[in-house]
């Protein structure tokens, strides 16, 4: 157990009993509790392997290579399609984990061996994200726009893609596009300050 981590699980939550719980199993399993992005993370060798989170409606495991394990029991969930990588087992009581303890350490197992085996998830390209007609307008239209585009990271350019397609409505994508056209000018991603 991390000191560090301990404020997580001490405070009063709708989740606190599960919380240890997850705690327990993910430390039978002999990884290393580290505290990421808020939240408990159990890494083997440095390598993030599996963490632990809550919801309004349930708490959960995320495993962040967990689109590489085979998913025996058919468990893992996809938080939504644009997730690559990660899966979530979700759980919305404490006997749900109780139960499963025993199928959740193999989950962690697995996924240690995948981490020793140094396998990456295939993760899409930003050419295969699709490009919102009202920014593609405006990268044919403004070529200064364009190059800094083409020059950010792929992450950021993903982050941009992902942030513009979100909305139905095209004026609202519009007004998007045109909030963050001086902060792509800048170099600088979406959430950059």
Known sequence: MNPKVD????????WQEEYEKLRMIALDCGLTE???????????????IVLIHGFKEYC????????????AEG???????????????????ILEIVEMESILKAYIHEAI?????????????????IIPDEFQSKLDHIPALKAAFDALT????????????????GK??????????????????????
């Open 34 to 48: 580290e505290l990421k992005w808020g939240c408990p993370c159990y890494t083997f060798q440095k390598s993030n």
């Open 75 to 93: 468990i893992l969930i996809q938080q939504t399609k644009d997730v690559q990588s990660a899966r979530q087992i979700r759980f919305s009581n």
């Open 7 to 14: 404020w997580f699980f001490n405070k009063s939550t709708k």
């Open 154 to 169: 792929p992450g950021r350019q993903r982050g941009y893609l992902f942030h513009f397609s979100q909305p139905k409505l």
């Open 60 to 71: 959960a495991f995320l495993f962040f290579k967990g689109a590489l394990l085979n998913d």
């Open 113 to 129: 061996e995948v981490e020793k085996a140094g396998l990456k998830v295939e993760l899409k390209t930003t050419a295969e994200f």
């Open 172 to 193: 609202t994508r519009e007004a998007r596009v045109e909030k963050y056209i001086p902060q792509i000018l800048s170099g600088k991603g979406l959430d950059d300050e």
